[in-house]
């Protein structure tokens, strides 16, 4: 109970990202609960089989750390530097609240996340990388414009997205080059990359 009333927290740690009808930013509870949808929805298009009994809580608690570390912004190199070391320390201290057979279970689920290497993992970040990349387009670049975010950056950021699914990352370079189009990302790369 001491953890259910502890995540809670969540509901206060906002994103860069705005919703769709772009009046507000979303936060980090918002953010999991439409990755979990979008898990169900887009699993035909992983890469690899996954379990969706894996993924739902993987995506789900990917993000509780950043009740202590607060929410890293992705294209935010200098908080970048520190956003390991932050999170894990959260880590400890949240996931620490649970019993051991949970809090191992979901520490576990969360490092896995955070290595990118299984196929659960890798199509639990395709849709960590790509809700912000729908959410920009229906913004209609809000969020990009404001920051000044360049094209490479949304590359480098997205450079695994395509383990997780190729199609979703193709459909993503679409929205990517037309708000490259539209002037809410700044063009700095000379060729799409695939």
């Known amino acids: 109970m001491d953890f ?10 906002f994103r ?11 936060n980090d ?7 979990a949808l979008m898990a169900i929805v887009l699993k035909e298009y992983a890469e690899e ?19 202590d570390a607060g929410d890293t912004y992705a294209y935010d190199e200098m908080a970048a530097l520190t956003k390991a070391d932050r999170e894990t320390k959260a880590a400890r201290r949240i996931f620490g609240i649970l019993p051991e057979d949970q809090r191992e279970w979901m520490i576990g689920l969360w490092r896995e ?24 387009d229906a913004s209609e670049g809000k969020s990009w414009a404001e920051h000044h975010v360049k094209k490479s ?3 480098k ?18 929205i990517i080059q037309k708000h490259v189009q ?10 799409k990359i695939k």
């Open 4 to 13: 259910i009333l502890e995540v809670d927290k969540i509901k206060n740690i």
């Open 153 to 155: 950056q949304i590359y």
């Open 113 to 136: 996340f955070e290595a990118y290497e299984t196929p659960d993992a890798k199509f639990a970040h395709m849709l960590d990388n790509s809700q912000p990349l729908l959410l920009n």
């Open 182 to 191: 539209l002037g809410n990302v700044v063009e700095d790369m000379e060729e």
């Open 157 to 174: 950021r997205n450079r695994k997205t395509k383990e997780g699914s190729l199609e979703v990352w193709e459909y993503m370079q679409e």
């Open 16 to 26: 860069q990202t705005y919703l769709t009808d772009g009046n507000r930013k979303e």
């Open 49 to 67: 089989e996954v379990d969706l009994a894996r993924v739902l809580p993987m995506v789900l608690i990917h993000d509780i750390v950043e009740i």
């Open 29 to 35: 509870a918002e953010h999991s609960w439409h990755l």
